[in-house]
């Protein structure tokens, strides 16, 4: 997954989108026919003049429902009714396929411009083992908030940081989404099974420059900015304490050019 629903709802609100509207999928709302999901559900609750669908959008019980039905109640209801074509969800598709890809292969050049935006996610600060500190490179080690979302191949970047300051509604759904620009931290993450202390599973640890407070069970929004290089076995810590000291100058440079 490329972007999680919170990430959309975030995403939209960048684009001054006023008003969003997230519809449970409850199987009242399953069992509503093509008919009244038009009247009982578009007309009257949104009162809209156009309407814009996806190409062979199908909708009600049993998907009954398409574009010429819209059509038809458009012109009782009055209301226009646009559909996007083929052509240009196939490129949208294909847009994200390839987007996953590039990042997977850590091709972030290609994976922002495909997408529009550097790519981010978000996660918990969990306990690690805390080996970093002993070498001098303390590490967060963050839990994604959603398993299905797309993690970057293996290797070390540059990224920023923010602090979440959110709630969530009644609903379960995160508002007052934006952080401040006063919890922007910078930072080199790692992705991978850290093969020098003979790690098995796949680990997601950041260092943030110049910061030193306790954020255990915080939330972070963590946004890859350039990929610095790939995963390197070594020998020892100190081999690895070496190349973190390269690495941060490499990651510094890449943050503020």
């Known amino acids: 997954m490329l972007t999680t629903l919170e990430e959309k709802i ?11 509207v997230v519809v449970p999928f409850t199987n009242e709302f399953a069992n509503l026919t093509a008919e009244d999901y038009v009247t009982q559900f578009l007309y009257k609750q949104f009162k809209p003049s156009v309407l814009i669908i996806g190409y062979d959008h199908r909708f009600g ?21 646009k559909e996007i074509n083929e052509q240009v969800l196939q490129e949208v598709a294909i847009s994200s396929t390839r987007a996953r890809k590039a990042l997977l292969q850590t091709d972030l050049i290609t994976a922002q411009k495909l997408l529009g935006y550097d790519y981010f996610f978000e996660g918990i600060v969990i306990q690690g083992d805390q080996l970093g500190r002993t070498i001098g490179y303390p590490t967060a080690n963050i839990q994604l908030n959603n398993d299905d979302k797309l993690v970057p191949g293996d290797g070390v ?18 508002v007052d ?14 992705i991978g099974s850290r093969p020098v202390v003979n790690g098995k ?5 950041i260092n943030l420059f110049n910061f030193n407070e306790d954020i255990y069970n915080q939330s972070l929004k963590v946004i890859v900015k ?5 995963d390197i076995h070594f020998e020892g810590l100190e081999g690895l304490k070496e190349q973190l000291a390269v690495d941060q100058i490499a990651v510094e440079k890449a943050l503020n050019k």
């Open 10 to 20: 975030e995403l939209l609100q960048n684009e001054h989108i006023h008003h969003l």
């Open 157 to 174: 970047y540059a990224v920023t940081v923010y602090r979440r300051q959110s709630t969530v509604n009644s609903n379960g759904f995160t």
């Open 226 to 230: 350039e990929y610095i290089r790939g």
């Open 61 to 81: 019980k049993n998907r009954k429902g398409n574009y010429q039905l819209l059509e038809q109640y458009g012109k009782i209801l009055g209301f226009v009714v």
């Open 201 to 205: 599973r796949r680990v997601i640890e």
């Open 177 to 190: 989404y934006r952080p401040s620009t006063i919890d922007l931290l910078q930072g080199m993450m790692y």
